[in-house]
Structure formats: C-alpha cells, structure tokens
C-alpha cells in the first residue's frame, strides 16, 4: 500500500510541476524598451535597451527600480565577482557597477569614445570579454574596471559575437569571417564565413563541441540557422519545425541548465530543442508578446525572455520524464550555490517523500565521473557538499534522479 501511494504522488506531483511550467509568466516591466537582459548570480535582473533607461528587479518581478546606468545599452554581463558591466551604443566606453546599480564607474577599456559592441563572460576563467569595433578583443581579469587587449589582433571591423567552448577556446563572429582562437588570443585560426549567415546575427559553441550560426545573408537579408559539429569546416542548415524564411528573425540563442537549446525569434517568439537543433517546437505559450529580443538562463532558477515592448517573462526548467518507479520519491527541486564553482559548492535537493534517490556528476559529454549519493532519503531538503578542486575548469551536469522524472542543473567550474 505504502509503495502505491507512493507511486500516486509521484504521478501527481509530475502532473502538478509540468502543469506550473507549461507557460512563460510576465514578471513586468510595463511600458520599457528592452534589448539587453543580464541575470547575477543573486538573480537580480538587469534590462535596458536603445533610449530607455536601465531597471532592475530583485524579487522576481514584484518591484522594478530605474537605474541611472546607460541610457542607450548595448550588451550587459553579470560577472561572478559581484559586478555589472554594460556598454552604451553612443561609443561612450563602459560602465560598471558593484552595487547592482546604485552607483556606476565610467570606464575606458581602449579609449575615452569607444564602441564595446559585444560582452561575454569566460566560463572557465571568469574573465569577462568586450570586442572594441574597429580596434580589437580586449580582457578584464578584475570584474571590468581594467582591460588589456589579447596578443594577437584581429583583421575585424564589425564584431557580431563572441563565444567560448567548453574547452575554453574562443570563437569571434565577424563582418567577414569566423575566427577561433585555443590560447586565449595569442593567435587565431580565420575560418571561412557561411554566406547564408554573413550580415548580424550570433553565435553559440554547445557542450560537444556544437556550433551554431544564425544571421542574414547580404543579398536577400534572409534569415538562416546552420549547425557545425566539425569546428566549423561544415555547416548544415536548420529548418525543422521552424517558420519558413523571410518569416524569421532570429535574434538569439541560449544553452539550457536542463539540456535543452532555446532560439529566440523577434517575429515568432521561442523555439525549443531537445536534440542539439535538429528539430524544433514552439515554446510560446504564455508569451504576449513575440517580439523577443534575447534569452537568459539562471542555473537552478529557470529561463527568461524580454520582448522589445512587453518586459520580461519567465520559465522554470522543465522536469524531464522518465518511466515511474514506485520505489523512488518524487522530486521537487535541485540548486546548485554558488556558480560558477572555483573550489566547492553546495547542492540542494529536496524530496515530496521518503524513499531512495541517486544524485551524481556528469561531463559534458554525458560520462558520469561521481555519485555524490544513492540511498534512502527522507522528505524535504538535503544538502550536500560537491569539491571541484581536481576538476578541469568547464561545463558539467549534476543529476537528480527520483520517481517520474530527473532534474539536471549545469555547473561551470572556473580556473
């Protein structure tokens, strides 16, 4: 009778989880333009975009404060050592803030008027990146306030984006080329620009590694998505279960804590996948608006998306299905504080009811390295302590596995 029951709560507690993360969930601001979405490590949620002031929420949305940052952002990231750094599209260099806004520093990262096109955070160093149109890559090991350049210049005008492999390499999207680097900007290897994907667009290096490109060609100015799983020798293009071009404007893309690839489209919405982009599917649903302009993902704290006029929505990870034991408790949550990881960190679990649980780390290449724990467990929360230190830095998975479903929270441990 205990094992049924069990097995009942599991299958009710799914449905009840799956049904609380059907939708998207508008967490405001009313009345805000947004092209930049930065999430901390605390989830404070930074937006901004052209002519609109900077604002900030703190508590999932309940209270939104204006800032007096940048009132022209052009990109934002949220670093671990506890700042925010953002650039203004009027080439008026950087500002940082370590107070979430309440003061800001004005920094030069090459010259008083510059334009800091790009901003990306290294997973494995911490180190955050800007791209400097018309000058070079530069590198700031102090949370933004002093920059030096990489060693190797770049033969690049426009920079669209910049992004980093689980191994740590670089990869720079350019006016003409693609470029990657594997010792930190010392030097690059120029690879050949797919036409499709020319004008705009981004770039994104999944764990594998798996590259994806999306941007405009420059005759038509249709949009395209390509795949690569060959460093960037090939590319294949996506289309499955997305809208037909010139129906599409991609604008970008985000890797899931859960495994799965978010694309956001400026006149469709969200799309899911669950197989590195080789199919797709509407993730819509709750969205009222589908002019979504950019993604975040908040390990253990779910998904968001800003419309360009709507604000913010917001979507818990979903919970991966699996066949029903009625011997393994039912699962309700699992968080991983801090991250990114440079020694140790804490994992929190919590079970619905007493019974056997396993939790173990994984590559990012699926290879499970350490069960943390398998036994018997009571109900409520469980912590754990998860030491990295003989870890390279990179990507890794934790994985929860429970009655009807499995939770899986991605870690970046830095070096």
Known sequence: MRALLLAILGL??????????AEWEWIGPSSTRTDVLAVDAEGAIF????????????????TWTELSGPFRLASAVAAPAGTLVCSDSRADGLWVTADK?????????HQPEEWVAVLALHPQ?????????????FYSQDGGYSWQPVAAPLNCIDYWDLAFAENGSIWVKGDAS???????????????????????????????????LWGQDRVAYRCSLLRSTDLGVTWEPLADGLPAPPYRCFTAMEDGDDGTLLLA?????????????????????????????CLADRPGGGYYAASLYDGVFRRPHEVEAVPVSSE??????????????????AVA????????????????????????????????????????????GGVYFCRLEGVGGRLSRRLIVVR
């Open 101 to 109: 806004g309440v003061t800001w520093s004005r920094v030069s990262v």
């Open 125 to 137: 160093t911490a180190d955050i990146f800007a791209t400097v149109q018309f000058v070079n890559l």
């Open 265 to 293: 489209d400026m006149c469709n919405g969200v799309f899911r996948s669950t197989d590195q982009g080789g199919t797709w599917e509407p993730y819509s649903q709750g969205l009222t608006g589908t002019d979504i302009t």
């Open 12 to 21: 009710v507690l799914l449905t009840a989880v799956a049904g609380a993360q």
């Open 328 to 345: 393994v408790p039912a699962l309700t949550s699992l968080n991983v504080s801090p991250n990114p990881i440079r020694e140790e960190t």
């Open 47 to 62: 937006i901004g975009g052209d002519f609109s002031n900077m604002q900030v929420t703190e508590d999932e949305g309940l």
């Open 349 to 392: 679990f919590t079970l619905a009811a007493e019974g056997p649980a396993r939790i173990s780390l994984y590559d990012a290449r699926g290879r499970c390295l350490h069960t943390l724990a398998a036994g018997d467990f009571g109900s409520g929360e469980h912590r754990l302590r998860l030491d990295v230190r003989d870890l390279a």
């Open 178 to 212: 693609l470029w990657r680097s594997d010792d930190y900007g010392a030097s690059w290897t120029d690879l050949a620009m797919p036409s499709e994907c020319a004008y705009g667009g981004g770039l994104l290096v999944a764990p594998g590694p798996v590259l994806f």
